[in-house]
């Protein structure tokens, strides 16, 4: 794990923001001959502005376009600051209209905790990153699509593809070619929804198959706090693989739901990866 937590060059064209508290995702900046592309918006416009200014303080051009990862709010509240077209799956750009709507006062917050629509870790999250005057712009998206989209930033190739997975739905991975950057977004963590973080087998492995697939030498997630190498994603790939098949195997064994013997649960992998919450 690295300490560092201000901006830093990873690659020829690739800039990234490491994660911070209360829960601030990496950003990434994407820097072709004619456009600039922000990966993820950010928890918040304050979360926003400081990459735009550490961009600024490098000599980088403002985004041209942010592409968000997920809907997940710590990746969509800071959309708004950057000013430039959100390029978003299809199912992020219907829930950032559903986020427009929705009321993220105390009240309302406390309210959705109560009746155990959020977890409290994520109110007290938000409370901390947007403080007590509370507005919330959010950006809906200008692009949208649906399998894949491939922009062209001027001698950088950007390819952003839909991956789903246990986190979220409509879950996307960005990858930038020329550099090999694969930016995962929170596509790797587990389920946050419910009462237990978990990864399935029946997502998970061909996630993983979907990540390898792409000939990165480097790989950004979501809070992780270090840019993590293939050999370290691999190693990271195997260790799931092998939680996933000995749960499977165990769950087939037992032949009922195994809870007590396959702890967490029947086909999911105990996957708290993360030392803070993520998300909704
Ligand atoms: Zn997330």
Redesign the pocket.
């Known amino acids: 794990m690295s300490a560092v937590r201000d901006l830093s060059r990873i690659s020829p064209r690739v800039y990234w923001l490491p994660p911070g508290k209360p829960d601030r ?1 990496s950003l990434c900046a994407v820097v072709g001959e004619h456009g600039t592309l922000m990966l993820d918006g950010g928890a918040s416009s304050a979360h926003a502005r400081a990459f735009l200014d550490r961009l600024a303080a490098e000599g980088v051009a403002p985004p041209t376009a942010t592409a968000l990862t ?1 809907s ?1 709010w ?2 969509v509240f800071g959309a708004a600051e950057v000013n430039a077209p959100v390029v978003a799956h299809r199912l992020t750009a219907e829930d950032l209209v559903e986020l427009a709507g929705t009321d993220w006062s105390d009240e309302a917050l406390d309210a959705r905790v109560a009746a155990g629509e959020h977890r409290l870790e994520l109110a007290e999250n938000i409370k901390e990153e947007l403080g007590s005057q509370r507005d919330v712009p959010i950006a809906l998206a200008d692009i949208t699509f649906e399998d894949a989209l491939d922009l062209d930033l001027g001698g950088v190739d950007v390819h952003i593809e839909h991956v789903g997975g246990d ?2 739905p409509d879950s996307s991975v960005v990858y930038v070619e020329q550099d090999r950057v694969l930016f995962l ?2 596509s790797l ?1 587990a389920s ?1 929804s419910g009462p237990e973080r978990t990864l399935t087998t029946k997502l998970a492995f061909p996630l993983l198959d979907t990540v390898l697939s792409f000939d990165a030498e480097l790989f950004v997630e ?1 809070h992780t706090e270090s840019v993590m190498s293939r050999t370290e994603i691999a190693t990271l790939v195997d260790d799931f693989r092998r939680a996933g098949t000995l749960v499977d195997e165990c769950v087939s064994s037992s032949g009922a739901v195994g809870r007590d013997r396959c702890s967490p649960g029947p086909n999911s992998i105990s996957a708290n990866r993360r030392a803070t919450s ?3």
């Open positions: 995702p997920h997940d710590d990746h986190h979220a977004g929170d963590y946050t979501g993520c998300a909704t």
